[in-house]
């Protein structure tokens, strides 16, 4: 049974960092691709970042684009988002997901295993 169990999601004052991290188990995330999304209420899931199975290709959301790093541990099987300068409009459910594919995807109907969420709740 494939588990995917993240962590590191709290409440942080506008202009602040977080880690959310998403440990694996039941399954090695070698060779296979990682993705990060988040839920607000009333809203779609929505793509965050990905990350591929060799870490070497990422891709983020823009609104994210160089606030947050998506970043893997294979020897942990587990997967990291550091979070900087976060804003109001961050505040979210956030989810990692597991794919079968070594390449990354924004579509998250393409992941196969998901957590349960952390939250993430930024004021302003």
Known sequence: Q???VESGGGLVQAGGSLTLSCEV???TIYSNSMGWFRQAPGSEREFIAAIDWSGHTTDYLDSVKGRFTISRDDAKNTVYLQ???LKPEDTANYYC???N???ITLNKREYQYWGQGTQVT???
């Open 97 to 99: 997901a597991f794919r």
């Open 2 to 4: 494939v588990q995917l």
């Open 122 to 124: 930024v004021s302003s």
């Open 83 to 85: 979070m900087n300068s």
């Open 101 to 103: 594919s070594r390449e």
């Open 25 to 27: 188990s039941g399954r």
